[in-house]
């Protein structure tokens, strides 16, 4: 009996138990998922928990009820991983040996990372939202928040799902305006980047909004620290900004279980072949999810994809065949943008977001790149497609793993 | 397109970035500088060979990596390139614009 070990039991790790659990034969394969914790989150919807728009219940499952019958659900701690001896060692002192082991331990916030970021006013006027926590106690300060100067703020990149900042933003300005006090509130997006995202078109469309809406943007900005008493953050070239509520996304760091391994770069990421999904330094290990280095983005979707082909290699590697180079980086995020409406993004490594329909080529019934209330639907309709279709690793209709480069508008 | 700079004929992307590591010399690299108003002493240049020696071992380059190099802190990387240091820096060496992994 062979056994395949998967670590984390997220949204990539948990589509992958499906897949192959479907596909290894039970008489020749045992699979175990390792994971700490008893409830899975729905990540996208961190956002939406600030707002009063999402209920915590809305958005925590077990993790129990998503792994297939056939594979065993470890929940318990993992101290490290040898992959030279090919185990893996929990804290209970249990060592796991594995044929073949497959990384999806996610990303996490490091608010440690920045000094001063965890003082005396983390969690009093200073808040991160990519954490259950954060969020939660996000939305009990806005509900009582009287305005003043709101900062949205990222400390760098890469971080998970890098349009969920703006999304705030745009979600901040319309919860303001519904509570008649938006004359009362300043908002300002802060961003180490050059522009409201990395892309030229999709920045063009996002300045364009972040105008309409009244919020002033801050680019280029590289946070040094934040200053608790004078209430302000200020960047390496000196640059001071303030407010009275600090919204920000901290450094995002992979699990500090890799640096344990010495499987991590320097900031925890998993060094990726980044078209195949093996580890780079050892052939029975394969990553996906926020968990790797490659340069897609951060992002269920890219989970999703990357989970359709990493099954098939799995499947090559155990058969001895040649990996398929079929991971093209593709992302496919809405853009949630305030009042009812949203936009979508469908990209990958060499192709930027550009306006176009999706999933039918000049059909639709989705609009890349602008707004509409169909694409809100769109993403409120995606919480249920992702407890119920992807997670299970069910195909979802019509949306292929490699960007389609049909119903686009490329110049 | 192409355009001159320090007398020396060069190509460029829209944004005034080289497009072909190859022509570069340091007569661009200080032609560039100037043009960022920047005026190039030995610690600037030494920032400049570790960003091309990193870009040609295909390594991403990043502000975070920048302060851990041993090369120049972040502090001192702000002081010699003020205004977006990586960019500035980066247009200076010829290398391509920093892709931020998103």
């Known amino acids: ?411 | 397109m192409e355009r001159t700079i320090s007398g020396i004929a060069v190509q460029v992307n829209e944004e005034g970035y080289l497009t072909d590591f190859k022509q570069w010399n340091s007569e661009v690299g200080k032609g560039l500088a100037e043009e960022a108003n920047i005026t190039m002493g030995p610690r600037h240049w030494e920032v400049i060979e570790y960003l091309q020696s990193e870009f040609k071992n295909d390594s991403p380059l990043s502000i975070r990596k920048i302060g851990k190099s041993g090369v120049v802190d972040i502090k001192e990387f702000y002081q010699l390139f003020p205004i977006a240091p990586l960019k500035t820096a980066s247009k200076i060496a010829g290398i391509p614009k920093p892709a931020s992994c998103i």
Not at chain 1, 141 to 159: A, S
Not at chain 1, 268 to 297: E, M, R, Y
């Open chain 1, 1 to 411: 009996m062979k056994r395949l070990i998967i670590l984390g039991a997220g949204t990539a790790g948990t589509m992958m138990a499906n897949h192959l659990r479907g596909h290894l034969k039970r008489t020749e394969w045992e699979i175990d998922i390792i994971d700490e914790r008893e409830e899975h989150h729905y990540q996208p919807g961190y956002l939406f928990l600030p707002f009063d728009i999402y209920k915590p219940e809305d958005i925590t499952k077990p993790i129990r009820d998503f792994i297939p019958h056939g594979v065993n659900l470890i929940n318990d701690q993992i101290d490290r991983i040898v992959p030279q001896e090919q185990f893996v060692n929990m804290v209970n002192g249990d060592r796991l040996h594995y044929d073949l082991l497959i990384i999806a331990t996610g990303a996490k916030i490091a608010p440690e990372e920045t000094e001063g970021m965890l003082g005396s006013e983390w969690q009093k006027s200073v808040f991160d939202f990519y954490t259950f926590e954060g969020a939660l106690a996000l939305r009990d300060k806005l509900r009582d928040w009287e305005g003043g100067k709101l900062v949205v703020h990222i400390t760098e990149m890469p971080i998970k799902c890098p349009v969920a900042p703006i999304e705030f933003a745009f979600l901040a300005d319309s919860f303001f305006k519904n509570k008649q006090m938006r004359d009362k509130v300043e908002i300002t997006y802060v961003t180490p980047l050059s522009g409201a995202f990395t892309k030229p078109k999709a920045t063009t469309a996002l300045q364009h909004l972040l105008d309409e809406k009244h919020i002033h943007i801050e680019s280029d900005f590289a946070i040094e620290s934040i200053d608790n008493e004078q209430k302000t953050i200020i960047d390496y070239g000196g640059r001071v900004i303030p407010f009275d509520l600090l919204v920000t996304v901290p450094t995002n760091k992979g699990d500090a279980l890799m640096e344990r391994s010495g499987l991590g770069d320097d900031l925890n990421f998993v060094p990726t072949h980044k078209a195949t999904l093996q580890s780079k330094d050892w052939q029975n290990i394969f990553v996906l999810g926020d968990a790797t280095n490659i340069a897609a983005s951060k992002a269920g979707s890219v989970a999703h994809f990357e989970a359709e082909i990493l099954t098939d290699n799995i499947l090559r590697h155990i058969e001895g065949e040649p990996l398929k180079e079929e991971f093209d980086g593709h992302a496919n995020c809405f853009v949630e943008t305030g009042n009812g409406k949203a936009l979508l993004i469908d990209f990958n490594y060499t192709h930027e977001p550009v306006e176009g329909t999706f999933p039918l080529p000049g059909i639709g019934p989705l609009r890349l790149l602008k707004e509409s209330r169909f694409n809100h639907m769109g993403k409120l309709a995606f919480r249920w497609i992702y407890w119920n279709m992807l997670l299970k690793g069910t195909h979802i209709p019509f949306v292929s793993t490699s960007m389609q480069e049909a119903g686009k508008n490329f110049d």
